[in-house]
Structure formats: C-alpha cells, structure tokens
C-alpha cells in the first residue's frame, strides 16, 4: 500500500526537536526503515520556507531521502492569519494531497514514535480499517531531550548515531518516568481535576496507566476521495471537529488498546500549564460528564468505551482487570447523565444544562460545513468541468422533479409512459454526445459524489485572476520536491 507521511512545521525550535527526536523514532525499525510496507510511499513537509533550509541540512533528513521520496508544501500566508489555525490549514492540505494515496498519516514534530510502531498501524489499515486512533499522553521536553538523544543509535554503514530505536516498553516507561505535571490531572484519584479532562487514567503500580479517552488522536487515516466529508475544513483539531464529521460511527475504526502495539507521545515544556484554575474539584462522574456534555460528540463517546493499557512491565491481569471494571463503571455512569433529557437536566443539573447548549451552538455549525476543493477536480480541463456542472444539476433537478411527481399517482403513471416513447431514444443519444464518452470516467467520479459548489469553485480556480484573488485571502502552498 501507497501511505503519504505528512508533517507540518514552523519555527526553528520545532524543526530542531523534529530533526533530532521526533524523524529520528520515525526512522526506526519497523517504522519508515526502507521496508516493503511503504514501497511507493511519500514524505510531505508543509513548512516555511526558512525552516525548509535547516531541515534539508541536517543528517537525518538525508536518511529520509534514501527510504522515501520527500516533498515540500512551503507555506505561504495570508496577512493576518492566526497560527494557531496554521496546523489545521496544513492537515487540510495534506488530506487533500492524499488523494493518490492509500492512507495519511498525521504526525507531529514533537511526537516520539516507538519501534515498529507505524508498521504495525499500517497493518491495521491494509486489513480494511479506516482510521488507526490512540490517545498520545505528554513527557516533559527538557528532561525528554537530555535522554533521547543519548539512546540514539547509527545506521549501518555509518558511524554517526541517527536513529530513535526505542521498543514500546522502554518509550512507555521513559515517558512515565518524565510524564508532564499536567498529565496526573488526569487519573481519577486526584484531588484537583483536570479542566478538560478528555482523557481519564487509573493507575497501575509498577506496571503503567490504564486510559480511557474522549478525544483520540487519528494515526493514520484512509484515504476517502468519493466522501466530501474527507476535504471537510476543520479550525480546531482532528481529533474533536474533523473526525466525528468523517465517521458517523467506529465500526471500521481501529483502537489502539495496548501499547505493546504501537506506542506515541508528544512533548511539552515542564511550563506548560494545562489546568490553571487552582479551585478545581477531584474527579467525579457529575464533573466529567459536564466537560462531555459540551466536549464529546457521538463518535467520542463511543472511543471512550475503548481501553488502551499504557504499560512497561509484563500484564498482570488481575490488576489490570480490576481497573477495566471502575472504569467501566465510570464511563457508563457518565453516559447515563449524557442521555439524561434536556427537559429535567436543566432543573437538575443546571452547569451540564448550560454546557449541552454550548455543545449545541457550537455543532450547529457542522451542519453547514466548508469543504476544501478536491485535487482531482483541479486537474481537470474548464470543459470537463463545465460539464460536470451539466450533469450535476441535471441530476439534482431530475431528482426533486421525480420527488415532487411522484407524489401524484396518476401523473407519475403518465410520465412514465411519456419516457417510453421512441423520441426519448433520441434525446438520450444526445445526452451521451453531449457528455462525450472518453471524459465519462472523470466526470461520473465528481457528478455523482462532489457537490455543485465545489465543482462550480473548481472551475473559477481555473481563472488565473480569481485564483490569484482567492491567495490573499487564504493560506496558499507551493510545492518541490526534495533533490537527491
């Protein structure tokens, strides 16, 4: 299978901790290690055109190129853009570059991949799943960067030490050994909450954590050119916006639910404050199910049913087993107050009443979303894309006429004698003229799946002025590829 590796950087401070720790564990056995796995894959870098230059120099990336074909998006910004959005835009981008692909993964310069770890989600998707999620909990960068690079080893032929090889376990154990302050906020037993508890740990003594997440980061994800919902625009994340737009449910979705499988953290500075408020409550079922009352959508409520077992030492399952059950519990407690009615909740409980309407506000604008055009439409000619607009209309009115006739028997009954007639025939074999037969392939890929908007934006872009208006008002992206 075809993956495309995408990465979105700016500032030389995320560069360097991708250079030296994040590309390094990426590059690790079982991961992006020359293999067959990812035979025809790709590596996208969507950065800055300064960064680009430090990243081209240094050992590492040279390493990349000889494993992967490697290309650059430089990003080119609006005046005043935010960029806080920036990584959103760049996600976006790289879901729209993955058309040609078999899946996407989403990585970021601060993750630490373990050994194997990539290969093993891949596999996930090669047997038919449609997305590979996992919860990725934080270490601190100042401790984490003193160790990693210490435990770095060379490649063959090369004296240099260059790779991340680190086995599940050990990553597991290094991470909880330097977890982030902000992450004990978490486990159930403290005293002070976390704020936005999107994940929830018990404890496991001198084994590891057992988590149970609302918010879930994709991995890795199928490539979906027939669903609009695949270029959906997303400002917040792709774990809270963009996924549960993408999946009406999670039967094709894998859960990570044991370390052993794939192991993922992030990096944060020991600063880094996540929960200010000093007054919080300890953890409780009334005080979670508030934060997911205005958190977790559907989707996210069916992730927090899964477990993922966060462990350095061999499973002793009695201890494990005991931790399943209370959080079991939890979980069902908090998903009995969520399905209580609106009606009483506002009595009853008026801080979740007032964060379930918070939720409402903020999905309502799910229902009218943006959608990023479509590479492949952009590829076509003006004319194919004229008449892609043709059929799409053309089928959309067919469609509200057959409703609206079809509401009145007698008149359905002879419409449909009419188009039995022999002249009927005839207009069919101009349609098919009109469509003309060697375009038909591209055209029926967008007429029946894309709606007529985006077609219709597709053909403007296709205007060298319009295109060039449409860059001062949104991030814009110019492509090369890596020599050597």
């Not at 799943?129 to 100042?142: F, Q």
């Not at 929830?200 to 979906?224: A, E, N, T």
């Not at 943006?370 to 952009?378: E, G, R, T």
């Not at 038909?440 to 208006?469: D, E, G, H, N, Q």
Request: charged fraction near 25%.
């Amino acid at each position: 299978m075809r993956y495309l590796f995408s990465m979105a950087i700016w500032g030389e401070e995320y560069a360097r901790e991708f250079l030296e720790l994040s590309l390094p564990s990426q590059l690790a056995e079982g991961n992006i290690d020359g293999s067959a796995w990812h035979d025809g894959s790709k590596y996208l870098i969507l950065t800055t055109r300064k960064d680009a230059e430090i990243i081209k120099a240094h050992p590492a990336f040279h390493l990349l190129k000889e494993r992967l074909k490697v290309r650059f998006a430089i990003i080119k910004r609006r005046l005043g853009s935010e960029m806080y959005k920036l990584a959103s835009q760049c996600q976006m981008e790289a879901i729209r570059m993955s058309e040609d692909f078999d899946a996407v993964f989403f990585s970021y310069p601060d993750f630490i991949w373990s050994q194997g770890g990539m290969g093993n989600v891949a596999a996930r998707i090669a047997e038919g799943c449609d997305a590979v999620l996992s919860p990725v909990p934080r270490a601190i960068t100042e401790d984490m960067t003193e160790i990693l690079p210490k435990l770095k080893t060379p490649t063959p032929g090369s004296p240099a030490p260059s790779i991340l090889n680190l086995s599940s376990r050990d990553l597991v154990r290094l991470s909880l050994e330097n977890f982030h302050p902000g992450m004990w906020d978490f486990c159930w037993d403290t005293e002070k909450f976390s704020v936005f508890p999107s994940t929830v740990m018990w404890k496991i003594p001198d084994q590891g954590i057992l988590m149970r997440s609302y918010h879930l980061h994709p991995l890795v994800i199928r490539s979906q050119p027939a669903n609009i919902n695949y270029y959906v625009k997303f400002s917040v994340s792709l774990d809270e916006e963009y996924l549960p737009i993408l999946f009406k449910g999670d039967d094709t979705i894998h859960y990570v639910e044991d370390s052993d499988e794939c192991a993922v953290i992030s990096l944060s500075n020991r600063a880094t404050v996540y929960s200010s408020d000093p007054n919080r409550p300890p953890a409780s079922v009334p005080v979670l199910a508030r934060w997911a009352e205005e958190y977790a959508s559907v989707l996210h409520r069916s992730c927090v049913k899964h477990s993922l077992r966060w462990h350095y030492a061999p499973v002793d399952e009695p201890l494990w087993e005991a931790a399943e059950r209370q959080a079991g519990e939890v979980v069902s407690a908090v998903a009995k107050r969520l399905s209580i009615p609106g009606e009483i909740l506002r009595f009853e409980d008026i801080p979740a009443s007032n964060a379930r309407l918070r939720r409402i506000k903020r999905f309502s604008r799910w229902r009218r979303p943006a959608y990023s055009v479509p590479v492949f439409l952009l590829n076509m000619t003006k004319l194919q894309l004229f008449k892609t607009l043709i059929l799409r209309m053309a089928r959309t009115f067919v469609s509200w006429l057959g409703l609206k006739i079809s509401r009145f028997p007698p008149l359905y009954r002879l419409v449909t004698r009419i188009l039995g007639w022999p002249v009927f025939f005839l207009v069919r074999k101009l349609w098919d003229r009109l469509k003309v037969k060697k375009d038909m392939r591209v055209i029926r890929k967008t007429a029946y799946y894309m709606p007529t908007s985006i077609c219709f934006k597709a053909l403007l872009y296709k205007f060298k002025f319009i295109r060039w208006i449409s860059t001062l008002f949104s991030v814009s992206f110019h492509y090369e590829d890596a020599k050597g």
